[in-house]
């Protein structure tokens, strides 16, 4: 499986743009793409696949984070490229949705062989859980419902390797003993913290960024 960090506040790779934001694609196996989230705008978000050889076509499923500009700024633009990818976003949502199949998750749910989602998380925000040979990923778009809730209720799928994504004013650090891999992107504010407190697991993250795991 390989995550692909697509828009981002920070850069990975050159040639690549930034913005306040946050967006990955999630490859697991031969199923169709899966986009976790679209960041703020459009035009970066297409310009980014593009330098990254992503075909919007191609993606099957797109699943929201949570309903705040930076996460859904580049749903429309991908839906005009994309008439036929499945769209998951948390059941508070209420912004108008697209005349398309669109699945309101409150629940935990399982959206693909590998792939769940830890269901609509103090009323706000859903995280994914992907199964992995080293254990659960977890993929959060800004963790709102706290950083703890989110690795709580990924842990239903397993035990938890590691995290990826937003971790916004998250500071109650003792939460992530025991993780393997922690890259923290986007929103994170406390990022040169992690990094002194967990060198061996912090992985920097920004556009452009992979991850591979089995
Ligand atoms: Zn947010
Ligand atoms: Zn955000």
Not at 31 to 37: E, N, R, T
Not at 40 to 47: H, K, P
Request: net charge negative; glycine share 12%.
């Amino acid at each position: 499986m390989k995550v692909t960090i697509v828009y981002d506040n920070c850069l990975e790779k050159r040639g690549l743009r930034t913005g306040w934001g946050f967006s990955s694609l999630i490859e697991v196996g031969n199923a169709p793409p899966l986009l976790f989230d679209t960041g703020a705008d459009g035009a970066t978000l297409l310009y980014n696949m593009k330098q990254l050889d992503i075909e919007p076509k191609q993606i099957g499923t797109i699943v929201i984070s949570h309903a705040h500009g930076d996460h859904t700024g580049g749903l429309s633009d991908i839906l005009e490229i994309n008439k036929h990818a499945e769209i998951y976003v948390p059941a508070s949502t209420v912004a108008r949705l697209p005349e398309r199949k669109v699945i309101m998750v409150s629940q935990p749910i399982q959206i693909s062989e590998a792939v769940f989602s830890t269901g609509e998380l103090e009323g706000i925000e859903q995280s994914l859980a992907i199964k992995t040979s080293k254990g659960i990923l977890v993929v959060a778009g800004c963790s709102h419902p706290g950083v703890g809730t989110i690795l709580d209720a990924a842990s239903r799928y397993g035990k938890v390797y590691g995290i990826i994504g937003g971790l916004h004013g998250f500071r109650d650090f003792s939460r992530l003993e025991g993780l393997s891999m922690i890259c923290p992107c986007h929103c994170t504010q406390h990022k040169s913290e992690l990094k002194r407190l967990f060198p061996e697991q912090y992985v920097a993250c920004g556009a452009g960024h992979e991850l591979g795991l089995l």
